[in-house]
């Protein structure tokens, strides 16, 4: 049985409010993750969704550990150094999965969430990341909420994605001339080096 983390993360700030590119100096609003459990044949046997705000960060950073994937969108470039100064360990070093990384090497070039989603899921995201700011700071009840179920839904929508691409051997988009294109991808675990004999 194998243990994965899927997540998505807030931030309380966009680039054009900062003077850096530090995804670590926008603030993180709310994380939100899927951790589940899967048979060797890669699927699904239990699973469970958990949001944290950042008060509520302490019980979230053990959950991360002791997993064999981390799996997000995008997520060594933006949701991982956002997060690493918050965490009490050394966040960075985990088992990362970076999903826009894997579809990169396929195609040259990327590849938004949404358009992944459109094609793979017949579905779209549920909102924008500028909004998310706009409910940060409005911080009411049905604002925060909002936040919550935008950032639960990516969870949702990265995680679909992931195992569409773990069932199928590949990926779909529509390329500028408004044509869909299937690209392979292997999102599979490595097989297990054989043992050694010493004798």
């Not at 048979?39 to 944290?52: H, K």
């Not at 990341?129 to 949702?156: E, F, G, M, P």
Request: net charge negative; with cysteine.
């Amino acid at each position: 049985m194998l243990t994965e983390i899927i997540f998505d993360i807030e931030t309380q700030k966009l680039f054009e409010n900062i003077d850096s590119s530090d995804p670590a100096d926008l603030g993180v609003s709310i994380v939100c993750l899927y951790k589940r459990q899967i048979d060797q044949d890669q699927n699904e046997i239990s699973g469970q969704m958990y949001s944290f705000w950042p008060d509520d960060f302490d019980s979230m950073w053990p959950l991360f550990t002791n997993v064999d994937r981390i799996i997000g969108f995008n997520s060594k470039k933006f949701d991982a150094p956002a997060l690493a100064p918050l965490s009490p360990f050394d966040f960075l070093s985990l088992n990362h999965f970076d999903l826009m990384d894997h579809v990169k090497q396929a195609l040259g070039f990327r590849l938004s969430l949404n358009a992944l989603a459109r094609q793979c899921l017949n579905q779209s995201k549920t909102d924008v990341s500028t909004n998310a700011v706009i409910y940060w700071r409005q911080h009411t009840k049905k604002s925060l909420q909002k936040l919550k179920t935008y950032c639960q839904q990516d969870v949702y929508v990265t995680r679909d994605i992931y195992d569409y691409g773990l069932k199928n051997k590949q990926l779909k988009f529509k390329d500028k001339w408004n044509t869909i294109r299937s690209f392979p991808i292997d999102f599979s675990y490595p097989a297990p080096s054989p043992q050694t004999s010493l004798f």
